[in-house]
T-cell receptor, first 113, second 116 residues
C-alpha cells in the first residue's frame, strides 16, 4: 500500500539555522508529493508540491525535490524564522487526479530567537 | 472567497451525549473530507464525499460515528453516544480536481472536542 514516513520531532532550531525534515514514501507508480504546514490553532495548508521525478517544489523559502531513486521528498529551508514554528506534514497522492492523500504523522518544528 | 467553515470551534461535553460537528465547504468544491487529529494517532481520514455521496467511510471508527452531506454546501459529523476517547480535533477539508491535477486540499480551522 501507500505510506509516508517522516522523521520524528520535535525539531528544535535557533533562528537562521538550516532546516531539513526527512520524508520517504512507499507507493507504486508515479505519485504526486506534497508538504502541508499546520500553524498553532489552525488547519493544514499546502506549502509546496511536486508531481514528477526531479521536480522541485518551493514556497516561502522552503524547497523539496522529488527523488524517485531514493523515494524521498525532504523539506529544506536555508534560514528558519521563529514564525516557521509549526507542524509539517509530508503527503502523497498515488497518481495525479486521485481523490485522497496519504499523510505522514507530522514533524513539529520549534524555532527559538 | 471564504474558506472552509467549521462549527463549533470548541465543544466540551459529557460522556454519553450526542455531538454534532458542522462544515461548510468552499463553494464549487466537489470533494469533502472529515479528518480526526490526535497526538497518539496523528491525522486520520474518517470519511469523504464526492458530489454529496459518501465514497469511503472505512476510517469511521465505529457505528457511533455517522456523517451526512445533504447538499453541496453543508456536511455534519455526528457522534452518538460520545466517549472520552473521542476527544480530538476534527477537521473538515474540501477540494476539487481539475483534469490531472490532484487538487489542493483546503482545511477548516477544526473543531476541538473534549468529552469528559
Amino acid at each position: 500500500g501507500n505510506s509516508v514516513t517522516q522523521m520524528e520531532g520535535p525539531v528544535t532550531l535557533s533562528e537562521e539555522a538550516f532546516l531539513t525534515i526527512n520524508c520517504t514514501y512507499t507507493a507504486t507508480g508515479y505519485p504526486s508529493l506534497f508538504w502541508y504546514v499546520q500553524y498553532p490553532g489552525e488547519g493544514l495548508q499546502l506549502l509546496l508540491k511536486a508531481t514528477k521525478a526531479d521536480d522541485k517544489g518551493s514556497n516561502k523559502g522552503f524547497e523539496a525535490t522529488y527523488r524517485k531513486e531514493t523515494t524521498s521528498f525532504h523539506l529544506e529551508k536555508g534560514s528558519v524564522q521563529v514564525s516557521d514554528s509549526a507542524v509539517y506534514f509530508c503527503a502523497l497522492s498515488p497518481y495525479s487526479g486521485y481523490s485522497t492523500l496519504t499523510f505522514g504523522k507530522g514533524t513539529m518544528l520549534l524555532v527559538s530567537p | 472567497d471564504a474558506g472552509v467553515i467549521q462549527s463549533p470551534r470548541h465543544e466540551v461535553t459529557e460522556m454519553g451525549q450526542e455531538v454534532t460537528l458542522r462544515c461548510k465547504p468552499i463553494s464549487g468544491h466537489d470533494y469533502l473530507f472529515w479528518y480526526r487529529q490526535t497526538m497518539m494517532r496523528g491525522l486520520e481520514l474518517l470519511i469523504y464525499f464526492n458530489n454529496n455521496v459518501p465514497i469511503d467511510d472505512s476510517g469511521m471508527p465505529e457505528d457511533r460515528f455517522s456523517a451526512k452531506m445533504p447538499n453541496a454546501s453543508f456536511s455534519t459529523l455526528k457522534i452518538q453516544p460520545s466517549e472520552p476517547r473521542d476527544s480530538a480535533v476534527y477537521f473538515c477539508a474540501s477540494k476539487t480536481i481539475t483534469g490531472k491535477d490532484t487538487g489542493e486540499l483546503f482545511f477548516g480551522e477544526g473543531s476541538r472536542l473534549t468529552v469528559l
